[in-house]
């Protein structure tokens, strides 16, 4: 049986992507160790588990220069090990800059390396993990990224020859995967789920909700620990809305989707200014996260976001970061119901047919499974 190798320096519990591949990976045969910390942030101890998937959990340990070194070590002997333990074929997948580092560090490499990057490139110039793959991405056979935006900043960045591979940050499809019924429930709900700061907007929204129709509430799902989030939480109190803003704090990866479907109207908008943003058409899973929850939602400018909310029917865009369009819209959607189950049931019938992560990561398992017939004998 042929094995694949992932590491992933951040928790998977917030880190959907790894866990998407891990399943993927795993119900089409591949035997998956997984490397990983826990989620700080959250419940001690690993949630995600899947059959055929080993995880293997690093513990975060004490920070500053001291705790990084122990983690490294920690990281590359657990890696290192893994790779001389393995029965048949390796292929290894790395993520971000510092998963890619613990590779390059680690014995016995495999003949077949994915370099998987869900961010930009935000410290290229400052940071020694970043600004090293110029020449280490060289030893990986395949470069993947979410969004074709980032392919091209980070094919200029490390002089790749061409673009990256794409695969979206779309959630999985489950076997038997239906819309999820709404029971009767009083009010109206619109609702976040990401990282909570300004970059998202989330001073506006916050700023609006004092105008929208008073059935309406915002819940803001995502961790409030970080000073960033806490000047989101100020602004509700100076507003005077805390008693219709919920910030529900970090939840469990596995319980999102059935909290996104108890609300009516998803949000999501990402401030164009920043590369990190501006390419974030398939690295924003929470787009996805919305209609597969089948909500409709408002949505920002950015590249191709209009195409793919307007065009397809499920959901309006601001055309600016105002409050008082904002909240035109919200109040649009909480007079009309109809128009809220249209639109999300056609938002969940693109997630089934569409934007659901097996597809694209198809491609992804080909691509291992033809790097590894040599060494099969096939």
């Known amino acids: 049986m042929a094995t694949v190798i992932l590491v992933s320096p951040h928790p998977v519990d917030g880190y959907p992507p790894v866990q998407n591949q891990a399943c993927l990976l795993a119900d089409t045969g591949w035997a998956v160790e997984l490397i990983t910390t826990p989620l700080a ?9 899947h059959p055929g998937v080993t995880v293997h959990e690093i513990e975060a340990g004490p920070g500053g220069k001291l705790g990084a070194l122990q ?8 890696l290192s090990t893994l790779r ?17 580092f613990y590779s390059d560090m680690a014995w016995a490499r495999p003949a077949v390396r994915i370099a998987h990057f869900h961010e930009c490139l935000q410290s290229f110039e400052e940071s020694f993990l970043e600004k090293r793959l110029v020449k280490a991405i060289a030893g990986y056979q395949l470069v993947v990224v979410p969004d074709e935006g980032r392919g091209e900043l980070i094919r200029e960045q490390l002089k790749l020859s061409s673009l990256p591979t794409i695969v979206p940050n779309y959630p999985l499809l489950g076997a038997h995967e239906a819309l999820l019924e709404r029971g009767e429930r009083e009010g109206f709900e619109v609702i976040y789920c990401g990282s909570i700061s300004t970059r998202q907007m989330l001073g506006v929204v916050v700023k609006s909700v004092s105008q929208w129709p008073e059935s309406a509430r915002l819940t803001i799902i995502g961790s409030t620990q970080k000073p960033a989030a806490q000047e989101i939480i100020d602004i509700a109190r100076q507003e005077g809305v805390s008693e219709r803003v919920d910030f529900l704090g970090w939840v469990p990866y596995d319980k999102v989707k059935q909290r996104l479907a108890e609300a009516d109207l998803g949000i999501s908008l990402l401030d164009g200014r920043f590369d990190q943003w501006r390419t974030a058409l398939g690295a924003s899973n929470k787009r996805y996260q919305y209609m597969q929850a089948g909500l409709p939602q408002i949505a920002d400018m950015n590249p191709g976001v209009p195409e793919l909310i307007e065009g397809q029917g499920i959901g309006r865009c601001l055309t600016n970061f105002c409050e008082i369009e904002l909240a035109s819209l919200v109040s649009e959607y909480a007079s009309d ?11 969940f019938g693109l997630f089934k047919a569409r934007y659901n992560y097996a597809e694209p990561f198809c491609s992804v398992i080909r691509f291992m499974e033809e790097r590894i017939k040599p060494v099969n004998g096939s």
């Not at 942030?41 to 588990?49: E, I, L, Y």
């Not at 983690?71 to 657990?78: E, G, I, K, L, N």
């Open 84 to 100: 001389r333990n393995a029965h048949g074929p390796v292929v290894e997948v790395a993520f971000e800059p510092s998963g890619q």
């Open 337 to 347: 119901a109809e128009r809220c189950q249209r639109e999300g049931a056609r938002a």
């Open 41 to 49: 942030s959250g419940p001690r101890g690993m949630r995600f588990s």
């Open 71 to 78: 983690r490294a070590y920690r990281f590359v002997s657990t």
